[in-house]
């Protein structure tokens, strides 16, 4: 599967930014996915993940409450509707999908995903 995201830009504290991946290739539906992000000189972290039916998401804790992550498999999308964006939040955001067995544990680790999109810049002004 490939995947592109879409979506980032620049916005002040305390706006909003919906962040899109498209996928093609084999059948999406049949893929769990995930959002991480990477901040300069910072590594990789978990951000959100949606199973594949959708009917199990995780989220990590900085982000509870304030992103969204879901998928429309009839237009091989997920997204992650991001809100009151703080600083803090600016990264590179990745889209990343995994056909394997879905579990709480393994939702956050960046092994458990198999193919990755090119990444979104996120840049949030004070």
């Known amino acids: 599967v490939q995947l592109q995201a879409s979506g980032g830009g620049l916005v002040q504290a305390g706006g909003s930014l919906r962040l899109s991946c498209a996928a093609s290739?084999?059948?999406?539906?049949?893929?769990?996915m995930g959002w991480f992000r990477q901040a300069p000189g910072k590594e990789r972290e978990f951000v959100a993940s949606?199973?594949?039916?959708?009917?199990?998401?995780y989220y990590v804790d900085s982000v509870k409450g304030r992103f969204t992550i879901s998928r429309d498999n009839a237009k091989n999308t997920v997204y992650l509707q991001m809100n009151s964006l703080k600083p803090e939040d600016t990264a590179v955001y990745y889209c990343?999908?995994?056909?394997?067995?879905?579990?709480?544990?393994?939702?956050?680790?960046?092994?458990?995903?198999?193919?990755w999109g090119q990444g979104t810049q996120v840049t949030v002004s004070s």
């Open positions: 290739g084999r059948t999406f539906s049949s893929y769990h």
């Open positions: 949606i199973s594949r039916s959708a009917s199990s998401t």
């Open positions: 990343a999908a995994t056909p394997r067995g879905y579990s709480s544990t393994d939702a956050y680790k960046i092994p458990f995903y198999d193919y």
